[in-house]
């Protein structure tokens, strides 16, 4: 999410785009695949020849447009086959014109689709046959199909479940305008992919491939067109009608749509590819405000939602004037059309996406207002806003040749939006945030069966990659080249980039030649981080010669298990500086050294005194660093790191230190002993230190997570590691608890004394630091503790405050956590997103009874399978945060999770294969755990009509 990602890492956090495999065990498994289902028929054209002996032929001739057979394309699915980046090749027709005519109902659209299709090039012909036009199409009716308005044969053309192939013959030699007719269910479509009804509207989610589900068409980003789009529908129901681009005319028509219908016509004058299309009609409401660009062109600005939510409108809308400001004066880049338009949403599968013009959110990404938004939710808005907005650029203006791309944009926009988001606010803490989210949910992710390069080499269902990978590896990337060529540097890089490909669909390496040729640099080698799976390890070591007075690092990289032993080195940027061991500062300032050899010594010359090595200052690279410190050290630079990164880092080291010795005690079945006293005094300075930055100090006490602790070992025992969390955060609370009363006592005096709740960075630093004593407080469930957590409950100004203390409670023993829970669920009831924090605190509560529980909050009338958001408010936090129980060791977690995966299969496939992700950390477990959890994996596997989505990832974790 990222706080601000728009997919979903883990279910329970959103990342814009929010938000998985490993390279051989996921080609080996395309090739098995490929051979299993095609014979001997391997590679693209085996695939295309099995496919047609599949597909079924229409049945009845078609006399006129209207009465041309229907086929509906519902059910069997073919069986699931792999696409290879490798045989990546243009279309034989491309599509320069699109026009849409919408009849819109929600139990019933219909679609007529005029696409102006010409040979992609010379090459289109093979021989004298002219080659097959291959269209797209799932779940559509096709009612009508004619080429430049005359019905076509039935002889001409055939049918199947997810494609539409007219025969070379049939087509003109040049351009020519094939028309559709057909039609789809919205009210059906709960896998909230192509047009669907949710809440009052319907809306449309194409990318990556829904698009196919509105109407048949090349359905690859390669293929742009200029696109236009009438829509007609009842006006009472649909008074809002809105779609791509601007906005041509709008009326009443009823000899043409019907009694009591409208019609609003579109027009986006940027060609775009299909996953871009967007359309919304329903009872909505809007905010509306403008922005003057730089070039003092005035944009008109509409933020639309149900009408119940527009009082929770506002804070986006500053979020999009503040994006728009900063990517003109951070990278001269202007919007470009006369409106924007953003529509909130409430079930969707994501966080939120860029179609052009009009941006479509999740509710939970776009809507804040103080009583049902906590700051993280605040700042998330502001990051996805900002991240949407973006694309228009980094996406849209300039997109993705295929999608084994897609970090191309992903990796880029999320770069830019963790930019933006520092400058809004502090770009240590925007650091460290986005550090920690990376190790907890990628670096999870690379050290699992669904590891993957940033740029795959191979998919079955193209949703399965929107993933931590993708996105937060992919920004990391991109955060790279910005270390190794300066900030000037990269910006010299995006100019060129634009320059060139505006307008197009590119590749990654089109966008690496930029950055390599702007600024006159060899970036070969650096290919490497596109190619390579998994989290490579970086030792250092270092010695220092007084005498010579010289200082040499020894940096030595080892590749992932991932990418095998033999993988060729990578180009890693190593900030550096050297700190002195007085603590008076640096005695050599920052520098980026490059490792591009398997093992480097960096020796510095007329080094005075004595000195400590800073080492990959602000997290420089993406990789496992391996520095042997002694505590004392780490003590040293907790104190006097010059780098806010690495001072955090220092503090979060130690404490991985301390929690991973208790979980191997555990493990063993010895006692954990007290808290080291180097860690207590640590942790008692962080905190009675009268920090400037309220926030670092509270990440400076927050515990590393199971996640990202799981990840760094290579033998995970759960409950163990729960019970080291456990013991450590009770140990720090119980010997720190004068302290962590006072820093509260403070913390909550000054958030007292304001007046109206504010998101700014002061204030939220504020309340992240009382939050963090009180959640320490807790954990000591005793009286006095406890009481404090429902008076802030009870005393709650805003929902921070309330589901701070809410959580709290939750894990105490006594009556006060049902109390609490009463209390906060009566302030919530009625609004979706704040009940689903409800849901989410429950789901996560460490009680004995937590599976009854989650079971319980399932059977509640409020619950519901075919709302994304609730479902990962329950069954995501329960297995994302609930870590004792979801691992519990009769293995009743893991049956409980694989149920809900075959339930939810049925309703949403790209949700359902989100949570199957929980399993694929089987084989990193300890056997008896490993083996329960495996055991699922294969009952799912052998669960008859499993989506191809989630039939992947069952699959590929096995491997
Ligand atoms: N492009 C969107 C974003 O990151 C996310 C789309 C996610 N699509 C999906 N099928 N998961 O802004
Ligand atoms: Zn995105």
Redesign the pocket.
Known sequence: MRGA???FGVLGAIA???HAHRLAGWQASGAARALAIGGALGGAHGRRLFRSALVPRTASPPTTMAATAAATTSGAEAPPVPKLRADYAPPAYAIKKVHLDFALGADETTVTADLAVEPWDAGARTGDARADLVLDGEELTLDALSIDGTPLEPSAYSHGPTSLTIRGAALPAGAFTLRTVVRTKPRLNTAL?GLYYSGRMLCT?C??E?FRRITFFLDRPDVMAVYSVRMAGPQAAMPVLLSNGNLLKAGVDEARDGPGSHFAEWADPFPKPSYLFALVAGALQHISSSYVTRSGRTVTLNIYSEPESVDALEYAMGALKRSMRWDEEVFGLEYDLDLFNIVAVSDF??????NKGLNVFNTACVLARPWSATDADYERVEGVVA??YF?NWT?NRVTCRDWFQLTL??GL?VYRDQAFSADMSSEAVKRISDVRMLRARQFAEDASPLAHPIRPESYVA??NF?TATV?EKGAEVIRMYAALLGKAGFRKGMDLYFKRHDGAAVTCDDFRKAMADANGRDLAQFEGWYTQPGTPTVHATWAHDAGARTFSLTLRQVPPAAAGASAPPLHVPVAFALLRADGSGEALGERVLELTEREATFTLNDVEGEVVPSILRGFSAPVHLVAQRTDAELAFLMAHETDAFNRWEAANALMTRVLLGAADAGARREPLGEVPAVLLDACRATLVERAADRSLQALALALPDFDTLSSSVEVVHPQPLCAAIGWLKKGLAAALKPELLSVYAQCAADDAATAAYSPDAESIGRRRLRDACLSYLSALDEADTTALCMQQLKGARCMTDALAAFSAASRVSGPARLEASAIFADKVKDDPLALDKWYRTRAAADVPSALSEVRELMSLPSFSLTNPNRVRAVVGAFTALNHKTFHKEDGSGYAFTAQCVIDLDKINP?VAARLARSFSAWRRLEPASGALMKAQLEQLQRTPGLSRNTLEIVNTSLQ
């Open positions: 990602r728009v997919v814009p785009c929010a992919s989610q990318e990556a829904g599968n994501m966080g939120a996406m860029e991240h949407e694309h996406g944009k992903e926009t193209m949703d929107y996105y790209q």
